[in-house]
């Protein structure tokens, strides 16, 4: 397991909002009775960024943000199965570049959405258990990951269907695996972190030919040799609690566990024995009551920002590139007081959303300083 380094005192940011970037609520859209669990914008495809996903209940709904505040509504699937319960909803692509939804919850099951047709392309069984969370890779945008209670985490190609990689085994995951996450440009690499309080780091690199067969396999998925990577390159016990979000910024890792804050730190792993190592703890983004699991922080495009809701309707929207942490705003309403599960920034920043326990969908944008 990852050891501290010592001497070097992590940097602690001020919960004293900067002014950096002033935000206003320019909607409130209370989509449902349920909660709702997720909310994604689609930085896949730049003719839609201004698309978002949302998922409560067996529900996954699209909508898009519009100038002056305004929300439309796109689309809307429901589930076959009124007991599903989605939690998470990633934007992918298949091959010829058509946008999938692909969405997993309660039963275990990942339904990748053809939003052309706005029917069923596939269905993924395979997950022993429900579905925490799925991300797609933004290099390879018909690849995306699934971390499960279960205590695996899986790799889908959407365009045939194909479990490739099973991530669990003799050094996986202990629990549930509750957030997952592809490295930006190095493609080999994944984070996925959980119940055992644990962030794990994969490598794929000698599994990657697998990855290739994938796109020309013509045979039954069922047939595919799908692979289990039973051994992490890394380890890291940066939190003494469940981890319930983890984020690459660059080489180095975001995580957040139930004890109010974001956590930076740098994995400094040792060629010679995989799975040990250091870790280099940077920085500390405090978020006030925001100690209870499943809250999801987000970030803009090029990761210069994280929104984050706490379990009181407010969000801490912090500035990640600067020493010390600079909080840019806290934004709060006297209407918004249930827990932001999920939020959601734009492209640029511009716009951040939050999807809330009451089955509101929050809109908030920068206003200009002109």
């Known amino acids: 397991m990852s050891k501290f380094a010592l001497g070097c005192e992590p ?13 206003r609520v320019t909607n409130r859209l209370q989509e449902g009775k349920r909660p709702l669990y997720a909310v994604v914008f689609n930085f896949i495809d730049s003719r839609y960024f201004n ?38 909803v990633s934007w992918a692509c298949n091959v010829d570049g058509t946008p999938f939804i692909v969405a997993g919850g309660l039963n275990g099951i990942i339904r990748v959405i053809d939003a052309g047709s706005e029917k069923i392309h596939k269905s993924f069984v395979g997950h022993g258990d429900s579905i925490n969370e799925i991300r797609t890779q933004p290099l390879k945008p018909s690849l995306v990951v699934s971390a499960s209670k279960d205590e695996s985490v899986r790799l889908w190609n959407i ?29 080999y690499r994944i984070a996925s972190c959980g119940m055992d309080n644990t962030v794990k780091i994969w490598s794929m690199k000698e599994f ?41 910024l660059g080489d180095f890792i975001l995580s957040k566990s139930v004890d109010n804050e974001i956590v930076l730190w740098e994995p400094k ?36 920002a994280a929104a984050i809701g706490n379990r009181e309707g407010k969000i801490f929207v912090w ?23 999920q939020t959601a920034m734009s492209f640029d920043g511009s716009t951040i959303l939050s999807c809330c326990e009451d089955g509101t969908i929050w809109r908030w944008d920068a206003v200009s300083t002109s």
Do not use: M
Not at 11 to 23: A, E, F, I, Q
Not at 55 to 77: D, F, P
Not at 220 to 238: D, E
Not at 322 to 328: H, N, T
């Open 51 to 88: 698309v978002f996903a949302t998922v409560g209940g067996n529900r996954v709904t699209v909508y898009q943000c519009l100038e002056g505040g305004v929300i439309a509504v796109l689309q809307s699937y429901v589930d076959e199965d009124k007991d599903e319960s989605f939690y998470t």
């Open 208 to 248: 990657w030919t697998y990855v290739e067969k994938s796109f020309t396999w013509t045979d039954l998925p069922s047939k595919f040799p799908t692979k289990y990577v039973q051994f992490p390159v890394f380890i890291a016990s940066v939190h003494s609690n469940y981890v319930d979000c983890n984020r690459w």
């Open 11 to 23: 940097v602690v940011g001020s919960l004293t909002p900067s002014k950096k970037r002033d935000y």
């Open 159 to 187: 365009h045939t269907g194909i479990c490739i990689l099973i991530f669990a085994g003799a050094g996986g995951h202990r629990n549930e695996v509750l957030s997952v996450d592809f490295h930006p440009s190095d493609i």
């Open 319 to 341: 500035e990640l590139q600067s020493s010390p942490p600079v909080l840019i705003a806290k934004l709060s309403h006297a209407q918004s007081k249930s827990p932001i599960r």
């Open 269 to 304: 792993t040792k060629d010679q024995s995989p799975g040990e190592g250091s870790v280099d703890i940077l920085q500390k983004y405090p978020v006030p009551e925001c100690d209870i699991w499943f809250i999801k922080f987000s970030c803009d495009f090029h990761y210069n």
